[in-house]
């Protein structure tokens, strides 16, 4: 019997992940280390979605922000819309001039620009954390001392 209609497809699981798509997300929260020569190892959990580069920037707080190139573009036409011209204009160059493309290497790893780990004042040990559409770069301490804060002022946690 013949089966009318789309193809099947075949899936497997040594087959390389598809390009991003918005059902993806960074989730977690790991430890990793910076080496002499700026580069950070990308948690293995994050390294499919990165397959195709991303952006690193400034993120808010001081760390660094990274998305894939879909998911900076998004965030981009997101953060851009209602602005008025001069809100536009300071937004765009405080993010775009410090913002960097980045390519991870065979073992996974991404090269953070020596302005960058300034700004975010990151020292050799960082915590990389997924927060849903993207993830951030802390300094280990700064991290742990955000969490800190965010304990003591309780609130509600929404489930």
């Not at 849903?132 to 742990?144: A, C, L, V, Y």
């Amino acid at each position: 019997m013949l089966r009318k209609g789309p193809p099947l497809q075949l899936v497997s699981s040594r087959l390389k992940k598809v390009p991003v798509t918005g059902s993806d997300m960074f989730l977690g929260e790991y430890e990793h280390s910076i080496d002499a020569k700026g580069r950070l190892a990308i948690p293995a959990k994050f390294r499919a979605q990165m397959d195709r580069g991303g952006v690193i920037s400034k993120g808010m707080g001081v760390c660094l922000s990274v998305y894939t190139m879909q998911g900076w573009e998004e965030k981009s036409a997101e953060l851009a819309s209602g602005k008025s011209s001069d809100e536009l204009r300071d937004f765009e160059r405080r993010i775009y001039p410090s913002a960097s493309e980045i390519e991870l290497d065979g073992q996974g790893r991404m090269i953070i620009p020596a302005k960058l780990r300034a700004y975010a004042e990151l020292g050799p040990e960082v915590t990389v954390a997924g927060v849903r559409d993207h993830f951030e770069i802390w300094d280990h301490g700064t991290w742990q001392a955000y969490q800190e804060k965010l304990e003591a002022e309780g609130g509600t946690i929404p489930f």
